[in-house]
């Protein structure tokens, strides 16, 4: 149910974003406002603990056509066939190399970047493995609508080093990552099997759900 909540939060609130940016009579531009007033008291309701500051930059700060936002994630294996994971400090879990897409970077540019910062590694963008609709998969809920891009990277180098977000960065097998606490806002199970899916079977495709 909170997933859906949070689906229909986040529908209302690209409609009053898109109206308010397109809306030309007074009234409606004063309805599309309303409205993005009653997403922010309804969002308050259902998550209570939610800060005022991130309330705001969720429904007021961003403008124009409201449209999904964009999360990169770097697929690395190293010889032994083992995935590379870094350790957040945010949530003390373990994520793929990866976050928000940058204004003035290609997809493959993003994935290169986050895993150079933190993992310390030089890698080299190869395919795109899958783009996943956030809200269509099991994570958990959240107010923000999100795209995730798999990108498939060869490393140039394997001696890794933690960055100003990662606390540790490890390299691991399918059956060693079962075992560890994921950070499922980022990357969830269903993710990582999928990822080594291609690596055995080298599907070289794109996936889009």
Same mark, same amino acid.
């Given at each position: ?63 124009? #056509? ?78 923000? #609508? ?64």
């Amino acid at each position: 149910m909170e997933k859906e909540l949070s689906i229909l939060l986040a529908k209302l609130q690209g409609i009053a974003q898109t109206g308010k940016k397109y809306g030309n009579d007074i009234f409606d531009l004063e309805r599309y406002e309303e409205l993005a007033q009653i997403t922010k008291e309804l969002t308050k309701i259902i998550y209570p603990a939610i800060s005022d500051q991130k309330l705001s930059i969720i429904i007021d700060k961003d403008e124009g #056509y409201a449209t999904p936002k964009v999360d990169i994630r770097a697929v690395v294996f190293n010889s032994a066939g083992k995935l590379l994971l870094v350790k957040e400090k945010s949530d003390n879990a373990w994520s793929l190399p990866g976050g928000w897409a940058d204004i003035g970077y290609s997809p493959k540019e993003i994935a290169e970047k986050e895993t150079f910062e933190e993992a310390g590694i030089l890698v080299k963008a190869q395919y795109l493995i899958a783009v996943l609709d956030k809200a269509k998969h099991d994570y958990p809920a959240a107010l923000t #609508y999100v795209y995730k891009f798999f990108i498939r990277c060869e490393p140039l180098n394997e001696q890794l080093k933690t960055g100003v977000e990662t606390e540790d960065a490890q390299f691991f097998s399918l059956p060693e990552i079962s075992m560890l606490i994921l950070s499922e806002e980022r990357v969830i199970m269903e993710n990582i099997e999928m990822i080594f899916n291609d690596y055995h079977n080298k599907k070289d495709t794109l996936i889009c759900d």
